[in-house]
C-alpha cells in the first residue's frame, strides 16, 4: 500500500538521508561564524574552518617544540589507554559478580545489596578520596571509570541471568551437570553477547568520568587538553578535540556490536 509508513529508503537514499543532518549543521556553523566574524574578526566563539585546520595541523602533524611529540595523538593515545583499560576491569568485575549472584541464590542474596548500595554512590562524589588513596598517577583514573561503570554492569548483568529460562537449568541437572557446569558450559555463552551490551550501554558514561579526572589531575589526554586551552577561550582545539572523542566513542560502539555479530549470531537472530 502506498502509505508514507510503508515505504523504506533504498541504500543509497538511507546514506545520504543519514550525512544529509550534518550537512545541515556545518552550513548552519558556517553561517554563524561568517556572522560573529563579519562583526569582529578576532572572534573565538565560533572560530573558521581555517582556523580549526590550522589548530588540527599545529596539534596533529606538528612536533611540539618542547617535547617533540605530537600532542594530539599522544593524548588519544593517553586516553584510549585509560578507557580501554577501566572498560575491561569494569567488564570483568560485571560479569563475575554479576554471574555467580545471579546464579547462586545464597551469593546474590550476600552480595546484591551491598552492590546496589555501591551503585547508588555519585561517583564524582569519591573523586577526591581516590585521589588521596591511589594518588594522582593513572590508577586513580582507571578506578573512577571502573566505580562508575561496574556496579552498573554487575546489576544487569545479574538481571539478564535472573531472567534466563529456568528450564535449561533444570534440565542441565537432570543431565548430572554440577553448579559449575552449569555457570560455564549452560548461563556464561547467553551472558557473554548481553555483557558486550552492557558495556556499549556504559561507553557514554566511562568517558564521562574519564574526561573528569583528566581535567582535575593529569598532564596529558584529551579532558586534559580541553580544560587546559578553555582558559585562553581556544575554541578551534576544543572543537576538534570534542568531535574526536565523540568519533572515538562511536567506533568503539562500532567494534563491540560487530565482535557480538560475530561471535554470537544467535543473540542478533533473536532479537
Known sequence: MKRLINKRPSKPLAVFLGIFPFLILLFLYQVGSDARKAENERDKLLPSFSEIHHAIDRLAF???????????WQDT?????????????????GLTIGLLTGAIPMLGANLTPLVTAISLIPPMAILPILFIV???GELSK????????????TRDIYQRTKELPREQLVKAQTLGAHSGQI?????????????????????GSAWLFLIAAEAIAST?????????????????????????????AFLLDWMLVRTSKTFFPWYH???
Do not use: C, H, N
Not at 183 to 203: G, M
Open 220 to 248: 596529558d589526554g584529551l579532558g586534559y587538553r580541553i580544560f587546559l586551552v578553555r582558559r585562553y577561550m581556544s575554541m578551534d582545539v576544543i572543537l576538534p578535540y570534542v568531535i574526536w572523542i565523540t568519533f572515538l
Open 183 to 203: 555457570i560455564v558450559r549452560v548461563l556464561l555463552p547467553q551472558i557473554l553477547p548481553r555483557l558486550i551490551d552492557a558495556v556499549r550501554l556504559s561507553l
Open 77 to 93: 593515545k593517553s586516553s584510549l589507554k585509560r578507557m580501554l583499560m577501566g572498560l575491561a576491569i569494569a567488564a570483568l568485575i
Open 62 to 72: 606538528t612536533p611540539s617544540k618542547r617535547t617533540g611529540e605530537y600532542v594530539f
Open 142 to 153: 582507571v578506578v573512577l571509570i571502573v566505580i562508575g561503570i561496574a556496579p552498573f554492569m
Open 134 to 136: 591511589f594518588g594522582l
Open 269 to 271: 537472530v533473536q532479537k
